[in-house]
């Protein structure tokens, strides 16, 4: 994560909290994120050095003019003039991010050998949103077959580990150290 979008997507939060609508500002610019990552001619369009930034921003305009607040399009145009709008995906990424440590929200993977029943994600919910005091847990879900049983949470840099494959290891390392 570089820091021009950590720093481009706080900004933004702050915003957008401010005005009360965190929600809106993030769809928006999900929707612009995803725009330019999935269209590759729009991609190309905004990329080009050859096409001036009046233009750029003109379609801009034309594509979400009618639907963004005048925030968002402003912040859009700024990435264009700043040549950052190749940042876009990743300053949402930051944006979500930073958006939910304002909502108080925290966001967890959680990583099994295989998929868990919806009664134990409430379980690993509920603990975590308990214990980090979090108005609401978002849960994110990968499949590990060769974690064995169990399971691993992520929460940002950090990662429990409860898996049987993690115990074994954990014994393992205890054994070696005993002789």
């Not at 330019?36 to 905004?46: I, P, R, T």
């Not at 096409?51 to 925030?71: A, L, Y």
């Not at 979500?96 to 909502?103: F, I, T």
């Amino acid at each position: 994560m570089p820091i021009i979008e950590k720093r481009y997507a706080e900004a933004m939060v702050e915003i957008a909290y401010q005005k009360g609508e965190l929600d809106i500002y993030q769809q928006e610019l999900k929707d612009a994120a995803d725009l330019y990552e999935g269209d590759q001619d729009f991609k190309l369009l905004m990329t080009n050095p050859e096409i001036k930034i009046d233009n750029k921003k003109e379609i801009i305009k034309m594509i979400f003019g009618s639907s963004f607040n005048s925030e968002t399009l402003n912040f859009l145009f700024l990435l264009l003039e700043k040549g950052r709008i190749k940042n876009l995906p990743g300053i949402y990424k930051e944006f979500y991010k930073e958006a939910d440590k304002k909502r108080n929200t925290l966001n967890i993977t959680i990583i099994s050998a295989k998929e868990l029943e919806q009664s134990q994600i409430v379980k690993i919910k509920e603990k975590y949103k308990k214990q980090y005091n979090a108005t609401g847990v978002n849960a994110f879900f990968e499949i590990e077959p060769d974690l064995i049983g169990g399971v691993k949470v992520k929460i940002g840099d950090k990662v429990v580990d409860g898996s049987i494959k993690g115990r074994l290891e954990s014994l393992k390392e205890a054994l070696a150290m005993s002789y």
